[in-house]
């Protein structure tokens, strides 16, 4: 057993002083005692939070940010960005992949996600999937592994273009790849699948991967996220593609449904009643012209939400959250959208949100300090101008809105420490080889 002290803690409940926080063998909390004594115990450098899950990552395209933003159409959009990035995954090796996923898992880290969920497509070579299986063991960050379904290019079974053939599966090789990934699991290793979208995966083929697998396995899928998306779905299966999936799978908290930007009013309710979690990526999605989530009517519905960073224009869930908050502020032309019963600072409502449902959508008992969860710690740096004189819910608010520097000093998955002072320890060599990697495929 370790023992912990924190001046200060984010519990379930809010913020909380001089906090005792036990860590068992399996590296989960034991016990959290609040106005306690410091007495035996490890003291941590600063305040401390739960760990965040990153809902969905493809992680090759970290390698592509910063490389998109040149217009290259009058009518540039979600669609033509597709086209680059299809261009870049034919460049796409198996020790490519690995060198990119081990930098960007350690920058995810580094930020304070201890979680990871990877939606992972570009199964041609099959070396590739685990690669990122390697990236994550060696780096400390916890996994839920998605391998994807990818059977057309467009509704209506058309065929996969040229540069889809490396995702090209079939219900049949994922149900496979699945089991051979359960061999793997571990407290820090978790196995789901992922249909790619509606527009990918047909009704029948949906239907089979779903009858194939246990009742417990995550399932993540992209939905509405592109008006053409929707228009598309209503004119070959004749529904919107949330309310399609709402009506023809058992949808409830094992599933994720990424993005689910475009959603009319019935739709936005009946996902949130659901239980699903709504997988929210923000800066991607603002990247990509996507469009907004209906955030306050879901929550209004009690919705479950967390964040993701997809394409790793950004690594740090601060600026997931705020951008999220902001642009609900934009829309409404009010502030301060996000609080709940908790707490009515709206950084601290938000962390909490969404690190709990990012640990449901992951089949990860994380997300909160508390027994019998993960022991996964973010402590922040007491030493930081930013945090200079915040206690309580200001630590959040200033950790998510003040737009500055990082501010986490110290990380802890499963109870080992992964980041100290500010470090990774592969950090170096991590960050050499990607460079190495990018010089190759940008050549």
Request: proline share 4%.
């Amino acid at each position: 057993m370790k023992y912990y002290f924190a001046t200060e803690a984010l519990l379930p409940s809010g913020w909380a002083s001089n906090v005792r926080i036990s860590v068992d063998e399996t590296g989960s909390f034991a016990e959290v005692v609040v106005n306690a004594s410091a007495r035996d115990c490890e003291r941590l450098a600063g305040p401390v939070l739960p760990g965040m899950a990153n809902l969905h990552s493809h992680a090759f395209q970290r390698a592509m940010a910063g490389l998109s933003d040149t217009r290259g159409s009058e009518n540039d959009d979600f669609w033509t960005w597709r086209e680059l990035m299809y261009q870049f995954v034919e460049r796409l090796r198996p020790e490519h992949a690995k060198a990119i996923a081990t930098h960007l898992y350690i920058e995810m880290l580094k930020h304070g996600y201890t979680a990871v969920a990877e939606f992972h497509y570009v199964h041609h070579p099959a070396e590739m999937l685990l690669e990122h299986l390697h990236a994550a063991r060696e780096t400390g960050i916890a996994i839920t592994m998605l391998p994807s379904l990818y059977c057309w290019s467009n509704f209506g079974r058309k065929p996969l273009t040229p540069r889809q053939k490396r995702f090209d599966t079939d219900p049949t090789k994922i149900l496979a790849i699945w089991q051979d990934l359960k061999k793997h699991l571990s407290p820090d290793i978790r196995v789901g699948v992922a249909p790619h979208s509606l527009r990918a995966v047909d009704p029948r083929s949906l239907k089979d991967l779903l009858a194939g697998i246990d009742s417990d396995t995550p399932v993540h899928i992209h939905a509405a996220e592109q008006t053409k998306e929707v228009v598309d779905c209503i004119a070959t299966l004749g529904n919107r593609p949330v309310a399609w999936l709402l009506e023809n799978c058992h949808v409830n908290n094992r599933w994720c449904v990424v993005h689910a930007t475009h959603m009319s009013i019935d739709e936005t309710s009946a996902l949130a009643r659901s239980g699903a979690v709504a997988g929210l990526c923000p800066t991607t999605e603002g990247n990509l012209g996507d469009g907004m989530f209906a955030f306050p009517a879901y929550r209004a519905n009690s919705g479950t939400y967390g964040i993701g960073g997809d394409s790793h224009v950004s690594r740090n869930p601060g600026e997931e959250l705020r951008l999220l908050e902001y642009i609900q502020r934009l829309a409404e032309r009010r502030r301060n959208i996000a609080v709940g019963t908790v707490s009515k600072a709206v950084g601290t409502t938000l962390w909490l949100e969404a690190a709990a449902g990012g640990g449901q959508a992951l089949a990860r008992t994380m997300g909160s300090i508390a027994r019998g969860m993960r022991a996964d710690m973010v402590i922040l740096d007491p030493s930081h101008p930013d945090l200079a004189g915040r206690t309580s819910d200001s630590i959040t608010n200033s950790l998510i809105f003040s737009g500055g520097e990082n501010m986490v000093r110290d990380v802890t998955v499963g109870g080992h420490t992964v980041i100290q002072a500010g470090h990774h320890r592969l950090e170096e060599s991590a960050e050499r080889d990607y460079k190495r990697t990018l010089s190759t495929l940008l050549a």
